[in-house]
């Protein structure tokens, strides 16, 4: 194995709390703050963490955790923080940290795709050793790596296109195969259908439609080249609506109807 998990888990606080490594932390530490709020302290460093937050540290670099009762009308208030974190180390973990920057703290979107991953990870690791799986661990936790830092450079300042359009190609890509509308694309991002549509396709280069209709297409090829579904399933089944749809819009693209191109493979 090329990676070791210390720990892996979700805490909620409503009670403070206080931790510190103050000689340096000893491995790697993800934090993801997905209720209320907290402050740590990180390279000497103190910093308010709200909701969507992400922290990350390398091993060596102190940091501190603070959870406290909060002032209103002078008056003592509850605490609510709730977070999911990480310590890992190994050499994949070391390679996967220094092939690009990794920002302290990030403010990403809490993307339940990510949050179920991590899920996981930590019932892997709850399992008792007689009943655990190092290798999906491993790989587990090599996905969360990733999807954690796709997370962090779609929400860069510095990044080629817009958060919110990159918000509206993941919702596409993920309801792509439903009865898609532009509307609940253009809610979802928090715009306009007309900012949504313009926003997008100054960004993409295509429209939102454009954009379904290929995942979509992408979506049918593989149902025809692995399953025996027929063509008119295969529409109805990645959101064409009907067979007569699905064959205009395949022949558009590829030059060829369905059929020709699945007799072919």
Avoid at 104 to 129: Q, V
Wanted: aromatic share 12%; net charge neutral; charged share 25%.
């Amino acid at each position: 194995m090329t990676t070791n998990i210390g720990y892996c888990g979700y805490s909620y606080h409503t009670q403070p709390f206080y931790s510190h490594d103050r000689n340096g932390f000893p491995a790697y530490l993800f934090r993801l703050q997905t209720e209320g709020t907290c402050e740590v302290i990180v390279k000497g460093r103190k910093v308010s963490i709200g909701k969507g937050d992400l922290l990350l540290i390398q091993p060596g670099d102190h940091y501190e955790l603070l959870i406290e009762w909060k002032r209103d009308n002078s008056k003592d208030t509850m605490v609510v923080s709730g977070d999911y974190h990480l310590a890992c180390e190994g050499p994949w973990v070391d390679e996967w940290w220094k092939r690009s920057d990794k920002p302290t703290i990030s403010r990403i979107d809490l993307d339940e795709k990510l949050l179920a991953l991590w899920r996981y990870l930590i019932i892997e690791e709850r399992r008792p050793s007689s009943e655990e799986n190092k290798e999906l661990s491993d790989y587990l936790l090599r996905a969360l790596c990733l999807s954690l830092e796709r997370s962090v450079n779609e929400t860069a300042p510095s990044f080629n296109r817009p958060y919110t359009v990159t918000r509206m190609m993941r919702y596409i890509e993920e309801h792509a195969t439903t009865a898609l509308k532009v509307e609940e694309v253009a809610q979802h991002a928090g715009l306009s259908i007309s900012r949504a549509v313009h926003l997008f396709k100054s960004s993409v280069g295509k429209t939102i439609i454009e954009y379904a209709l290929e995942i979509r297409l992408t979506a049918a090829i593989e149902r025809m080249k692995y399953t025996t579904m027929t063509l008119e399933q295969i529409a109805e089944d990645c959101g064409f609506g009907s067979y007569t749809y699905f064959h205009r819009v395949f022949h558009k693209k590829y030059g060829l109807a369905p059929g020709a191109y699945r007799r072919m493979g």
